[in-house]
């Protein structure tokens, strides 16, 4: 097997970017499953297997729960805002995603039972910018969170709900782009 950062392609399955699609338009909503944090945010991890260079996604797995509000995770989200976010239309308190650890080892332990990587985790933006209107690229902020994960960051831009788009960044760096294939044959 050979390191992340030496991926040239991400297979995305159909079925798979569109159970993403719906999760980001479901939260958008406002529809809300038992027990998830009601905030109008995706975030999910992608896991597969890897095939020398090629990552081929099996599964996407929504994350319920933001634990972005509670101690110490508030603290420190508030002061990597202050630190790295760009100024936008949502306020900084309002911004930002802590997945739940009891969650996220959760999703871990199920991956490994399946025999799958966790090799990424998304989230989309939704709030277009003047300097970057389809907010389909990794923020510094991104970035910063990303660093030394050795995942990728799918960044799922959902400014036009009717045209979203995906694309992949090891660790979160714009300049570390693996393009994202969606299969036009698993459409049916």
Known sequence: ???????????????????IVEHCKRKLAGN???????????????????????????????????????EPYKTYMDRMMEQYAVPSKTSLDRRGW???PEELKEYY???????LIVFGTYH???????HD?????????????ARN????SFIVSMVDVTRPRIRAFYEGSGENE???????????
């Open 109 to 115: 332990d199920k991956c490994d039972q399946e025999r």
């Open 32 to 70: 809300y499953l038992h027990g998830e944090s009601r905030v109008r945010k995706a975030y999910g991890l992608v896991a597969g297997t890897q095939d020398e260079h090629i990552l081929n996604v099996k599964r996407t797995l929504q994350i319920k729960k933001n634990v972005r509000d509670k």
């Open 133 to 145: 209107p389809i907010r389909d690229t990794p923020t510094l902020l991104d970035t910063i969170l």
């Open 149 to 152: 994960s050795n995942l990728f």
């Open 178 to 188: 693996v393009p994202v294939v969606i299969p036009s044959t698993d459409k049916g």
């Open 124 to 130: 989309m933006h939704i709030v277009p910018w003047e």
């Open 98 to 100: 802590i997945t739940d």
């Open 1 to 19: 097997m050979i390191a992340f950062e030496q991926i040239t392609e991400i297979i995305l399955p159909y079925l798979n970017w569109q159970d």
